[in-house]
């Protein structure tokens, strides 16, 4: 397979998440980076260019245009922005025939959301979101666990991402622009809340009817929920809950799920990735490890830990083999369906708190 040719927009000099996607995209040598608009200021966007050896740009737009032009440009573009600037870039890049591969949540608000939505569907190019723990060897496994009816009909789903670096006052550039309603449109429910709720979508194939949420701020002053407690109803008579807090003290990233069914039933923590339980309701739990994967999405061979830069390195390896024609892996990727049930999760929970936890719907 030819390597596909990259783009990035943001993720310049400081930037946490750049980095991951960068180290991501060319851990199994199937993209090359070879442009880049990485920072609103122009010299840093130029150093930081000439820093990894690829082409530079002031803007993004400018970018877009230019790329598309040339008969090297680039393929795909990775958006690693903070979330209030997804919507311009993907929508430019989408609208030039570039395949656009950005960072969740999908937007800071819904007109942005559209926007992104409207380039999409107008656009011949493909939109990914990179929920990267739904690539963890595991959590495939427990997808297809659920998808052959291993856990018979599913009755309980509890989701739970616990942080603890947002207890005090915001400090530093990544907590700051978290922490800024302008910019990240969400707090906890946007940044880790999506996490979840997308993660218990991907393996129980169920997207809750309605929802009751709870959001807090729980540091004096703060402008976003920094913990949310969510009671879920689905459609199939299901019942859930998602508890995420940035102000659980101790907790580091704690993220978590349990799903009971009327068989059986799997509970998977970030914290010891490499298992999964499954509690049969008759007999005793067995421990599934990697040996047992039959995604086949590992790199190293079972007992050798993968974690967080190895699930987004498996998106990258599955975006690059969908550009260059294979569609077995298109469900397993998320697009623009699980960027649009987010921010209406985000949506419906926000609407939901301001009424006191009402039960509301969640849209399409």
């Not at 993004?60 to 230019?66: C, N």
């Not at 090297?72 to 993907?90: M, Q, R």
């Not at 697009?335 to 949506?347: E, Q």
């Amino acid at each position: 397979m030819m390597p596909v040719r990259l783009g990035m927009v943001g993720g310049g000099s400081g930037a946490f998440i750049g980095a991951v996607h960068r180290i991501a995209a060319r851990m199994d040598g199937r993209f090359v980076l070879v442009a880049g608009a990485l920072s609103s200021d122009p010299d840093r966007a130029a150093s930081g260019a000439a820093e990894l050896g690829i082409r530079g740009y002031g803007d993004f737009a400018r970018m877009a245009r230019a790329e598309a032009a040339r008969e090297d440009g680039i393929e795909a573009v990775s958006i690693v922005t903070p979330n209030h600037l997804h919507a311009a870039p993907a929508a430019a890049f989408l609208r030039a025939g570039i395949h656009v591969i950005c960072d969740k949540p999908l937007a800071a608000t819904p007109e942005q959301a559209r926007e992104i939505a409207q380039a999409a569907q107008a656009s011949g190019a493909r939109f990914f979101l990179t929920h990267n723990y739904c690539a963890m060897p595991m959590l495939r496994e427990a997808r297809a666990l659920v998808a052959e009816g291993a856990l018979g009909d599913i009755r309980l789903v509890q989701a739970e991402y616990l942080q603890g670096w947002l207890a005090g006052p915001a400090v530093g550039k990544q907590a700051e622009w978290r922490t800024d309603p302008a910019r990240a449109g969400a707090g906890a429910i946007g940044d880790i809340g999506t996490h979840a709720w997308q993660l218990a979508q991907f393996v129980t194939g169920q997207t809750p009817a309605s929802l009751s949420a709870q959001l807090s701020s729980m540091v004096p002053g703060r402008a976003v929920d920094d913990d949310a407690r969510i009671a879920l109803r689905y459609g199939s008579g299901a019942r859930g809950g998602i508890w995420v807090s940035q102000v659980a003290v101790g907790q580091e990233n704690g993220l978590s799920l349990r799903v009971f069914g009327s068989k059986a039933a799997l509970e998977w923590r970030l914290t010891d990735p490499e298992r999964l339980i499954l509690s049969p309701k008759d007999g005793p739990a067995r421990i599934l490890t990697r040996a047992q994967d039959r995604s086949a999405s590992y790199r190293t061979p079972p007992g050798h830990p993968e974690g967080y830069l190895e699930g987004f390195a498996n998106l990258y390896s599955d975006i690059a083999a969908i550009i260059r024609g294979d569609s077995s892996h298109v469900d397993r990727v998320p697009g623009l369906d699980a960027g649009l049930s987010g921010m209406a999760f985000i949506a419906a929970a926000q609407a939901s708190s301001e009424r006191d936890g009402a039960w509301t719907e969640v849209g399409p």
